[in-house]
C-alpha cells in the first residue's frame, strides 16, 4: 500500500472513531472520592480551556528540532548559517548511524472563539476563526550521503558513497479555518474546515543511488532511482496560486471523575500546487569527467550551458505540471488519569505525516498549585529522536487570562555538542 493511501486509511478510520466516540456516555461514578467539571479537570492538567465566557482568543507558538544523530549545535549552524567547524563535524560524523533521521517544525497562529448570541452560549456552541502558519522538514538518510555532503567525495576515492533509502522533506503553507465548537459538563468537540494557501515545497525520494568516485579523481559514476518534486517560488495568492483544503478534528470525554480520553486530526486534507511545480522522475546513469576548455578567451556557447546539462542529467528530463500534495496530517490521541485535584498522569501517542517521524509516544505527570498554576514533567521516546525529556508549566490561569510556556526535547539543550534535540513552546490564552 503506498504511504498517502495508509495515511488517509488511518485518518479515514479516525473519522469513524470519533463518531463512535461521540456516543460515548459519560460515567458517572463517584469511587475516585471527588469530583470537578471537565473545564477544572482540564486546568488541573495544564489546559486551560475555560468556556465558560462569551468565548476567547488564544496565541500560541511552538518550533522544534530532533535528530537520532545529528547533534543540536550542528543542526543549529545547518539551520540558521553558521559556520561548520571541523569539529563539529567530527561530533556529528561519531554519532552517525546506518539510518539516521532528522526533522522539525514551527507552527505559529491565532484563534478567535465566541459564541454569536446568548441562545448559542446557554447551549454550550461556539464559532471559530484560524490563522496558522506551518513550516516542516524532514529527512531519512545514510551515513555516506551526510559525510558526501559535508565533507565532499575525497573520502570516496576508488569506492562507492551510498545514497539509497534517502527521503527529504520541506514543506511552508499557511491555513485560514472556521469551525465549530461544542461544550458539555463532560466533553468538548469541535471540527473546522481550512483554506490552505502553499507557499513552498520540495520533495526528494531516492530508492536507490550511488557515486563512486575514481581512484585519481578523473571521473564520477552516478546512480539513482527515485523522483523530484518542487514548488515554483511565485506562490503568491493573485499569481496562480497553490491553494487547497483541510479538516480538523477534536473530541475530549471526562470518563467519571478519573479518565480524559483526548482525541485529534489536523491537517488532514491537501494542497494543489501550481502548474509550474517541477516534477522529475530520477532513473539514470552517467559519469562526469569534468569541463575541458581549449582557450580561457574562446568559451563556446556549450561551455556556457553545461551547468544545465549537468543538471538535465542529474534531474532527468523534469517536467512542470500540476501536484496534488497531502497536507502532514498530525493525529494524536491521549488518555490521562486523574488521582486527586492535585495529580494526574497521562500516556499521549502522535503521528505526523513527515519523512523520518515514527510515532512520538510521551508519557507525563501534572501537578497543580492551587488554581491558577500547575507543572508538567514529560518523557517521550520517538519523533526524529530517541528517549528524551520536557517540562512545561502553566504560569498562571484564572477567567481572563492563562499563559503556558515549556520546552521539550531539553537533551539539546543540556549538550548541544553531543545530543539531539530543542524544542520550546508558548500558549497564551485571552477570556473575553
Known amino acids: 500500500m503506498r504511504k498517502e493511501s495508509f495515511i488517509f486509511s488511518i485518518g479515514s478510520s479516525l473519522l469513524l472513531l470519533f463518531v463512535m466516540a461521540s456516543n460515548v456516555k459519560a460515567q458517572t461514578s463517584n469511587n475516585a472520592g471527588f469530583e470537578s467539571d471537565l473545564s477544572e479537570t482540564l486546568n488541573q492538567i495544564g489546559l486551560p480551556y475555560l468556556y465558560e465566557n462569551k468565548g476567547l482568543i488564544r496565541i500560541w507558538a511552538n518550533a522544534y528540532t530532533q535528530s537520532n544523530s545529528v547533534p543540536t549545535e550542528f543542526s543549529n549552524a545547518f539551520i540558521f548559517p553558521d559556520f561548520i567547524s571541523e569539529q563539529m563535524k567530527t561530533s556529528a560524523y561519531e554519532r552517525l548511524k546506518e539510518k539516521n533521521r532528522f526533522g522539525g517544525e514551527f507552527n505559529r497562529g491565532v484563534e478567535l472563539t465566541f459564541s454569536p448570541d446568548s441562545t448559542w452560549k446557554s447551549e454550550g456552541k461556539f464559532l471559530s476563526f484560524r490563522y496558522k502558519s506551518s513550516t516542516l522538514f524532514g529527512a531519512e538518510f545514510g551515513e555516506d550521503l551526510f559525510k558526501l555532503i559535508f565533507s565532499g567525495n575525497k573520502q570516496f576515492q576508488n569506492a562507492s558513497a551510498s545514497l539509497s533509502e534517502t527521503q527529504l522533506l520541506f ?21 473546522s474546515f481550512g483554506l490552505v494557501k502553499g507557499n513552498q515545497y520540495t520533495s526528494i525520494n531516492l530508492e536507490e ?15 539513482w532511482d527515485g523522483n523530484y518534486v518542487q514548488s515554483s517560488g511565485g506562490n503568491k495568492l493573485n499569481n496562480n496560486p497553490s491553494v487547497g483544503a483541510s479538516l480538523n478534528l477534536k473530541f475530549v470525554q471526562q470518563l467519571g471523575s478519573k479518565w480524559i480520553l483526548r482525541e485529534s486530526i489536523e491537517d488532514f486534507g491537501f494542497t494543489v500546487f501550481n502548474s509550474n511545480t517541477r516534477t522529475a522522475k530520477m532513473d539514470t546513469a552517467f559519469r562526469f569527467t569534468g569541463i575541458q576548455l581549449g582557450s580561457l578567451f574562446d568559451i563556446s556557447d556549450s561551455t556556457i550551458i553545461v551547468g544545465d546539462t549537468l543538471e538535465q542529467k542529474i534531474l532527468g528530463n523534469d517536467v512542470r505540471q500540476t501536484q496534488m500534495i497531502a497536507l502532514p496530517v498530525d493525529i494524536q490521541v491521549g488518555l490521562t488519569r486523574l488521582f486527586n485535584h492535585r495529580l494526574s498522569v497521562g500516556l499521549n501517542v502522535r503521528y505526523r505525516y513527515i519523512p523520518g517521524f515514527i510515532p512520538l509516544t510521551e508519557a507525563s505527570v501534572s501537578k497543580s498549585f492551587g488554581k491558577n498554576r500547575s507543572v508538567r514533567l514529560m518523557l517521550s521516546y520517538g519523533g526524529f529522536g530517541g528517549i528524551q525529556s520536557g517540562v512545561s508549566a502553566v504560569v498562571f490561569s484564572n477567567h481572563h487570562h492563562s499563559l503556558r510556556i515549556g520546552s521539550f526535547f531539553n537533551e539539546g539543550f543540556i549538550s548541544p555538542r553531543k545530543l539531539s534535540g530543542a524544542g520550546l513552546q508558548l500558549n497564551y490564552v485571552h477570556h473575553i
Open 171 to 191: 514543506n511552508a503553507f499557511e491555513t485560514f479555518e472556521i469551525g465549530f465548537l461544542k461544550t458539555g459538563s463532560k466533553s468538548i468537540s469541535s471540527f
Open 209 to 223: 543511488g550511488s557515486l563512486f568516485t575514481s581512484q585519481n579523481g578523473d571521473y564520477l559514476d552516478l546512480s
